[in-house]
């Protein structure tokens, strides 16, 4: 019985957590593109969060290789056959928590990047940095505030979100993107925990529901 609930659950847990990796790369691709434009990549006018695309190696590639495994075992172990070993429930386990680390990896930088707020041309005579206008971080260069407080009037506040005059509505772009990212990288540890105790169950009773 207990083999017939570790596979099962592989074959639940597994398409999820390739669907979520999916997304995470998606989510962060679209970061790199505000609004759909490409010239902002190219000027290297994005957010270092976002270049350092947590959401493509941490919530997407580590993810999708341990989701491919799981799945592939799962299924395969569908009825009664040999696949199911314990070596194959061992890198299960293994792949599950580089994928935790991963995930866990892309929250936390996610984290950072929404709090920290979008790469923007903006007004820095308006934000009392000097005259003129600037790219830069016009939330996380707010000296005059403390963190909490600046956090607070950025993300609670929309009528500060017009400060940045390009891209356009780059700081929406960027709250709803990180979110997602958030929201999938958490998703994805919860599940890959989830295969981890999964896949020790695994090493001491196999997959295969026949065994």
């Known amino acids: 019985r207990v083999a017939m609930c570790v596979g099962k659950c592989s074959r639940i847990v597994g398409p999820c957590l390739l669907a979520l990796g999916m997304l995470s790369v998606a989510a962060n691709i679209l970061l790199l593109f505000p609004g759909g434009a490409s010239k902002y990549l190219v000027e290297g006018h994005i957010s270092k969060h976002a270049k350092a695309m ?114 356009a509505g780059i700081v929406t772009w960027n709250v709803i993107l990180f979110s997602v990212l958030l929201l999938i990288s958490a998703a994805e540890m919860v599940l890959a925990s989830l295969q981890i105790l999964n896949g020790c169950l695994g090493c001491l009773c196999g997959f295969c529901e026949g065994k």
């Open 54 to 167: 947590p959401g493509v190696w941490g919530g997407g590639i580590t993810v999708l290789l341990a989701a491919a495994h799981i799945t592939a075992v799962g299924w395969r172990c569908a009825g009664c056959s040999d696949c199911g070993t314990r070596c194959n429930a061992f890198i299960s386990a293994v792949l599950s928590k580089l994928a935790l680390l991963g995930a866990a990896a892309c929250f936390v930088l996610s984290g950072v990047g929404l709090t920290n707020g979008p790469l923007c041309f903006y007004n820095a005579s308006e934000h009392g940095h000097g005259h003129g206008t600037l790219w830069g971080y016009p939330f996380l260069d707010a000296s005059s505030q403390e963190p909490d407080a600046r956090a607070e009037n950025y993300l609670h506040y929309r009528h500060n979100w017009s400060i940045c005059l390009e891209p």
